[in-house]
């Protein structure tokens, strides 16, 4: 299995250009997010989806967009992008089962290696 | 707002030594904690998760515990070794407003010193 993979592996914008950050995921899981992690800051969730079809807003959506028309992919779009976009976006995928009343029991993230995004 | 704080935020140890890593959260009502490992310019890889009605994971020469009551999870690493030189986060799952949330600390920076 590749895993969670991630395409670019770098990239730079300039402001108000657009791109779609590639992520996809070979081990069947129903769950995957979108982080970004700025440095001294930790990881904050931007966008996660528990299926295909269904996508739900994280701690930081605002700015992106995504889709998840297959179990495997999960794109991140940015329509506009800004100098507040300059991060590092890493793309994960889990296992998880949603219990009634009770929220998803997760198994563990799997992430990828990461794409280094740089807007001037 | 759930909030994840880890001390210390740098930790520097000679080779062999016993260490121990702490995690804490705000709020109780969690699902599962996860503890991961991010070596410089990589992605993320996951350590142990424990599952809220657990009180400890161990796998090889890491054993993580939560008490979910008092807010706090500890990851403790044995015989430690120059190849465990990584920073060190733990992360929390839970429902807000009926969305899932993964809030992660800011981290521990570990190097062991050969």
């Known amino acids: 299995n590749a895993g969670v993979t991630q395409t670019p592996k770098f990239r730079i914008l300039k402001i108000g250009q657009s791109m779609t950050l590639q992520c996809a995921q070979d081990?069947?899981?129903?769950?995957m997010y979108w982080y970004r992690q700025d440095p001294g800051m930790g990881l904050k969730l931007i966008y996660y989806?528990?299926?295909?079809?269904?996508?739900d807003k994280g701690e930081v959506p605002n700015g992106y967009n995504v889709s998840r028309s297959t179990t495997e992919d999960f794109p991140l779009r940015l329509e506009l992008a800004a100098p507040s976009q300059t991060s590092v976006y890493f793309c994960?995928?889990?296992?998880?089962?949603?219990?009634?009343?009770?929220?998803?029991?997760?198994?563990?993230?799997?992430f990828g290696p990461g794409t280094r995004l740089t807007v001037l | 707002k759930q909030e994840v704080t880890q001390i210390p935020a740098a930790l520097s140890v000679p080779e062999g030594e016993n260490l121990v890593l702490n995690c804490s959260f705000t709020?109780?009502?969690?699902?599962?904690l996860q503890w991961f490992r991010q070596d410089p310019g990589k992605g993320l890889t996951s350590l142990l998760l424990?599952?809220?009605?657990?009180r400890e994971q161990t796998s090889g020469r890491l054993n993580a515990s939560l008490d979910k009551s008092s807010g706090r999870s500890t990851l403790y690493i044995a015989a430690s070794q120059p190849g465990d030189s990584a920073t060190y986060l733990c992360?929390?799952?839970?429902?807000?407003?009926?969305?899932?949330?993964?809030?992660f600390g800011k981290g521990t920076k570990l190097s062991v010193i050969p």
């Open positions: 992360a929390v799952n839970y429902v807000e407003a009926g969305s899932y949330q993964l809030t």
């Open positions: 989806s528990v299926g295909a079809g269904i996508t």
């Open positions: 994960a995928s889990s296992y998880s089962i949603a219990t009634p009343g009770q929220g998803p029991v997760t198994d563990t993230q799997y």
């Open positions: 709020d109780s009502a969690i699902y599962n």
């Open positions: 081990m069947n899981h129903n769950y």
């Open positions: 424990i599952q809220s009605s657990q």
